[in-house]
């Protein structure tokens, strides 16, 4: 293996092989990418492999409630200006996925990895990173993950020995508590647009003060780090007080967020913040996340919201009314079975838009809308959604199931 002093055992090859031929034949029947069960094969045969694979990588790691996908790919991008590297882009995000993301990089320099938030500790003992950025952390998949306070105590016992630099976004009292176990940190003023998991100090319970953008806990003295990278406006200040424009295709405040903490991880890699941001700009779209394509004669754009704060940023990107939306709503095992999270989102946001409702729960969804007071439609596809819609180009929101079907649907 390029680069590794200690090249994989003839057992480690044979777990890979077998991984590859594994994901191949998920290919061939329509699968989807086989990345999963090629990971699963692969550590079946070498529980250690995951280890193995990193051993020669500069690895950082990324996780978040919400943005991890994109800040792994802006990250990537930055880094490729200082050398190859290997990442799981499409978000398979637990052991196997990221497994056989890593065994297709034997001449990559870094290992750029998106990571669960439920297997982040574990993970960071693995492939033992260089960096680890943190994003956020909310509501999500009720039924699957753990209370949030309970995910970020999680994240503070896995960093506590952790020699890796952890780049964390200062705004979030649960990214700020379980990132401050950590000797290295670089604090980042990302912001917080959603601020409802986050009232009461993860350290003690009390009830946290919050005047202008600052946060404290009156009771325990926690407060919010100083930060020495920021998110403002449409620039990125770096330790020094520069000021560098952010310059994206990608849509949002959330992105600009994500930038800042990527240009702040870049920089710990010897990338310039100027250079980091230019390479940024190359990325247009994410898996499919915030594309444009055309549909029945329609321009749909491609919006994915998974959680209530993964809408709120969503609902601040779409054009305003009377532009057409179309929502739909899945609740299969990857998304959650819980619909619960339905009723934290403010959908009042979408009043004066044609709204049109599809997907598995799209019945759940439209009680939520008849609650709001909405106007909507509810179809039986995104077929329907798209004929009955007005003129105009056409914003879909989606959640995970969902969007991966109605990418299937239209061509993207």
């Known amino acids: 293996m390029a680069g590794n002093s200690d090249p994989l055992s003839p057992r480690a090859k044979l777990a890979v092989t077998a991984g590859r031929a594994a994901a191949a034949a998920s290919r061939a029947v329509g699968r989807g990418s086989g990345s999963v069960i090629g990971g699963k094969v692969a550590l079946r045969l070498d529980p250690d492999l995951l280890a193995r694979l990193a051993g020669h990588l500069d690895v950082i790691l990324v996780s978040a409630t919400n943005g991890k996908t994109t800040t792994t790919r802006l990250i990537a991008e930055a880094l490729r200006a200082s050398g190859p590297v290997v990442s799981n882009a499409l978000g398979a995000n637990m052991p196997a996925g990221i497994t056989s993301a890593l065994a297709g990089g034997s001449d990559a320099k870094y290992g750029v990895i998106e990571v669960d938030e439920k297997y982040l500790a574990g993970v960071a003992r693995d492939v033992t990173p260089k960096a680890i950025a943190l994003l956020n952390l909310s509501r999500d998949q009720l039924d699957r993950a753990a209370e949030t306070r309970m995910l970020a105590e999680k994240w503070r016992e896995g960093l506590a020995g952790n020699k890796a630099t952890v780049i964390a976004n200062c705004d979030d009292p649960l990214i700020a508590w379980a990132a401050s176990s950590s000797p290295n940190?670089?604090?980042?003023?990302?912001?917080?647009?959603?601020?409802?998991?986050?009232?009461?100090c993860p350290s003690c319970g009390g009830v946290l003060q919050?005047?202008?953008?600052?946060?404290?806990?009156?009771?325990?003295?926690?407060?919010?780090?100083?930060?020495?990278?920021?998110?403002?406006?449409?620039?990125?200040?770096?330790?020094?007080?520069?000021?560098?424009?952010?310059?994206?295709?990608?849509?949002?405040?959330?992105?600009?967020?994500?930038?800042?903490?990527?240009?702040?991880?870049?920089?710990?890699?010897?990338?310039?913040?100027?250079?980091?941001?230019?390479?940024?700009?190359?990325?247009?779209?994410?898996?499919?996340?915030?594309?444009?394509?055309?549909?029945?004669?329609?321009?749909?754009?491609?919006?994915?919201?998974?959680?209530?704060?993964?809408?709120?940023?969503?609902?601040?990107?779409?054009?305003?009314?009377?532009?057409?939306?179309?929502?739909?709503?899945?609740?299969?095992?990857?998304?959650?079975?819980?619909?619960?999270?339905?009723?934290?989102?403010?959908?009042?946001?979408?009043?004066?838009?044609?709204?049109?409702?599809?997907?598995?729960?799209?019945?759940?969804?439209?009680?939520?809308?008849?609650v709001a007071g909405l106007d909507f439609r509810v179809c039986e596809n995104v077929d329907e959604a798209v004929r009955q819609a007005p003129p105009g180009r056409i914003e879909v929101i989606a959640n995970y199931t969902a969007f991966q079907d109605l990418r299937r649907r239209v061509g993207n």
């Open 210 to 370: 919050r005047p202008s953008d600052d946060w404290f806990c009156a009771e325990c003295g926690f407060r919010r780090p100083m930060p020495s990278w920021a998110l403002a406006g449409d620039h990125v200040v770096d330790p020094h007080g520069s000021a560098w424009p952010i310059r994206l295709r990608l849509p949002g405040r959330a992105n600009k967020a994500n930038a800042a903490t990527s240009a702040a991880v870049a920089a710990h890699f010897g990338v310039p913040p100027q250079v980091a941001l230019e390479r940024m700009y190359e990325v247009q779209a994410v898996a499919g996340r915030y594309d444009v394509v055309r549909f029945l004669d329609r321009d749909l754009r491609l919006l994915l919201a998974k959680n209530p704060a993964g809408w709120l940023e969503t609902f601040s990107l779409i054009d305003p009314p009377p532009t057409p939306v179309i929502l739909s709503v899945n609740a299969r095992g990857a998304d959650g079975t819980d619909t619960s999270w339905l009723w934290d989102v403010d959908y009042t946001q979408l009043a004066g838009h044609p709204i049109f409702v599809i997907g598995d729960r799209k019945l759940d969804l439209a009680v939520r809308l008849e």
């Open 185 to 200: 940190v670089v604090w980042v003023a990302a912001g917080q647009a959603w601020k409802d998991d986050a009232w009461s």
